[in-house]
């Protein structure tokens, strides 16, 4: 008897495991990376499933890196980009890395032609440029098809300052790849600074003194910048006029009966142009702004994060989610997004090591 019953509880065992085994490979999702800072525990770039509920899987340590806090694609997707958000003798790096299944295999690794690179883009051809903040200028460089880096091509040096004691320098703090330019956010000299593809500067257009761009991001009829601005908390649209751009109104991405300290950190805008979001580090919310006929943007709510610090967020590529990564609590948070509303509800949450770059594949 008792014979018997172990045949029949093993097999029960079998059973399960196979069930769950499918259920396992049934998921069905979207993969992201993350960037962390590794002071701490954390060890470099990790990998993430995000469900169809808005529930995430950690996949693991995919590959080691000294403060990965900023990732970008190639165009195809096959080679994933990161800096190391260092300082070794006066300069950070960059690393490239071929896409697999379960791993990101090192391809190469070169200068990022300052201190602590903190941001990454890469154009479909392949051109590659860095924002090193303590640098203060613009790493230019290129990558082949298979992924590996070039050594640098040209190193732009930003000028100037700003009025608070966080702007004493130039802090590059990214820079974009919109249409023909690249368009870089200037922290410490409260300039957006306009580049052609081949590295010649055509336009600075200065922010509110104090302001302090950090991020960007372009409306689709390619007419419109929203600049998120760091020190003063606010949101500026840069409109296109007669060929440059030029800073129209600014608005704050914070509620009006709020106080004491907050800092803004990163921008995005839904792909149908309606809706901008901004995150808050102090207030620890997504600002959530309706985008007006003209461009204006009108406060529509403040989401909490659920955490402190959200440094970066992100929209899952179906738009459905909107997932954040709150540095100092360490967990990321997705929100389910209403497509017709703009507005946010919670879904779930995870905890992750010092994240601050979450990069759907």
Not at 29 to 55: A, N, P, Q, R
Request: proline share 3%; charged share 20%.
């Amino acid at each position: 008897m008792k014979k018997l019953l172990s045949i029949v509880l093993t097999v029960l065992v079998g059973l399960n495991a196979c069930v769950q085994t499918k259920k396992d490979s049934e998921i069905q999702g979207s993969v992201f990376y993350l960037g962390t800072y590794t002071e701490g525990e954390s060890e470099g770039i990790y990998k993430y499933l995000l469900d169809d509920e808005g529930v995430i899987q950690a996949k693991g340590l995919m590959a080691k890196a000294d403060n990965p806090s900023y990732l970008a694609f190639s165009k195809d997707r096959k080679v994933l980009f990161a800096v190391d958000e260092v300082n070794r003798d006066s300069t950070g790096e960059v690393r490239s890395y071929s896409v697999g299944e379960d791993t990101l295999q090192l391809i190469s690794v070169t200068s990022s032609g300052g201190a602590h690179p903190c941001h990454i883009s890469v154009s479909d051809d392949g051109q590659i440029v860095v924002a090193n903040y303590t640098g203060g200028n613009l790493g230019w460089l290129s990558a082949t098809k298979d992924g590996l880096l070039s050594n640098l091509l040209s190193v732009t040096q930003h000028e100037g300052s700003g009025p608070t004691d966080r702007q004493l320098v130039p802090h590059a703090h990214s820079a974009w790849f919109v249409g023909d330019e690249v368009i870089s956010c200037d922290l410490g000299t409260d300039e957006l600074w306009i580049y052609d593809k081949l590295f010649n500067l055509k336009q600075k257009v200065a922010m509110t003194p104090g302001a302090g761009p950090r991020h960007l991001c372009a409306h689709p009829n390619g007419e419109w910048l929203y600049v998120v601005n760091e020190l003063n908390n606010t949101v500026t649209r840069v409109a296109m006029e007669g060929g440059q751009w030029e800073a129209a109104e600014s608005i704050s991405t914070l509620p009006d009966d709020f106080e004491g300290d907050s800092f803004c950190a990163d921008i995005h805008i839904s792909s149908d142009g309606r809706f901008v979001y901004a995150s808050n580090r102090g207030h620890n919310s997504i600002a959530i702004f309706s985008v007006g006929a003209v461009g204006d943007l009108s406060l529509l709510a403040n989401e909490s994060v659920r955490g402190d610090h959200p440094r970066n967020f992100v929209l899952s590529p179906d738009e459905k989610f909107l997932l954040v990564a709150n540095k100092n609590t360490q967990n990321i948070v997705v929100f389910n997004r209403n497509a017709e509303t703009g507005l946010l509800t919670f879904v779930s949450e995870i905890n992750a090591l010092s994240p601050v770059c979450i990069l759907f594949e």
